[in-house]
């Protein structure tokens, strides 16, 4: 059997993670813990995978002490997803080295320690990886939040990725966000001194519309055309960031972003693929097929996923 992955969907979002595994003809679905999908093949980057098992092992065991050595002999510290047995799963997470992740402030450093898997199917059966892509448990970020001055709590989403990617706009950047009201993306952009061109054609929360580095449009997002920066009150030839959790089918924003894409006025983007209904993946398809860009399902997502792009 080739390499075996484990695909962890977040909560409510197994079967899209089902859907996007079986777009790939050389990955064979062998177990599902859950909402862990083990796959055999090569590993992908999948956008409904909160977290990545890479290389997961199954491993039969008699007693704790038994499965906390097994895991011992392949990394120091770990987290339980619990899928059966969560309280003999406990039993084995204490038996092993401690640690300790809280909550972060936005921007601030990432665990500097690799937190690996693990899981049991039953009484006596052991899955895990001692590699995976996210350093937080299950892959859940907690922040510090701030539960006063964002409008929405759409803002933590770009808290996310941008602690994530450590890349977030500097003092004096350029930014446009589409589709804005009622102000937390554009909130998140102007506390990080960037200069930010908020466009919508609903109001901006007040809080949100008093800021000083903060310029609103009252207008619609579709009809802004990106060759022409100077209509937005831009002088500059281009914008260092285009935000966008505009609410809209992903065709219609797909084509919105391409056009952004070909005027070549865009340095980076972020931008919310929110689904009505069904998950559209032929336009996730071709938001995937844009070269330097990923797609992702934060856990601050909900159905919808973040497109971005960052040179």
């Given amino acids: 059997m080739s390499q075996l992955t484990g695909y962890l969907a977040a909560k409510d979002f197994i079967a899209e993670l089902r859907q996007e595994i079986a777009l790939y003809p050389d990955l064979v679905i062998q177990r599902e813990l859950n909402d862990l999908i083990v ?58 080295p401690k640690w300790k992740i809280t909550a972060r402030s936005f921007l601030g450093e990432l665990p500097k320690y690799p937190l690996s898997s ?46 994530l990617s450590k890349k977030a706009p500097k003092a004096g950047e350029i930014c446009v966000d589409l589709g804005s009201s009622p102000g937390g993306w554009t909130w998140v952009l102007a506390n990080c001194g960037a200069i930010v061109t908020s466009v919508d054609k609903a109001e901006l929360a007040p809080q949100v519309l008093k800021m000083k580095n903060v310029h609103a449009m009252k207008k619609d997002a579709f009809s ?69 860009s990923r797609l992702q399902h934060l856990c601050h997502n909900k159905h919808e996923v973040t497109w971005s792009y960052f040179t």
């Fill in 118 to 163: 693990f899981c049991l199917e039953d009484s006596n059966t052991l899955w895990f990886s001692a590699c995976c892509s996210s350093p937080f448990p299950n892959g859940q970020i907690q922040f510090i939040e701030d539960k006063t001055n964002p409008p929405s709590r759409a803002y933590l989403k770009l808290w996310e990725i941008f602690t």
């Fill in 224 to 292: 802004i055309r990106p060759g022409d920066l100077s209509a937005l009150g831009i002088r500059a030839e281009k914008i260092d960031w285009l935000c966008s959790d505009i609410i809209c089918y992903p065709a219609k924003l797909y084509e919105l972003i391409l056009s952004w894409i070909e005027s070549g006025r865009v340095k980076n983007f972020v931008i919310t693929i929110k689904f009505q209904g069904e998950t559209d993946f032929a336009t996730l398809a071709k938001f995937r097929a844009i070269s330097g």
């Fill in 39 to 96: 796959v055999s093949g090569p590993i992908k980057d999948l956008c409904w995978s909160q977290n990545t098992w890479i290389d997961i092992q199954s491993r039969a065991f008699q007693s704790i002490t038994e499965a906390a050595k097994i895991l011992k002999a392949h990394s120091k510290f770990w987290a339980q997803y619990g899928v059966a047995h969560f309280r003999r799963g406990e039993l084995i997470q204490n038996s092993l």
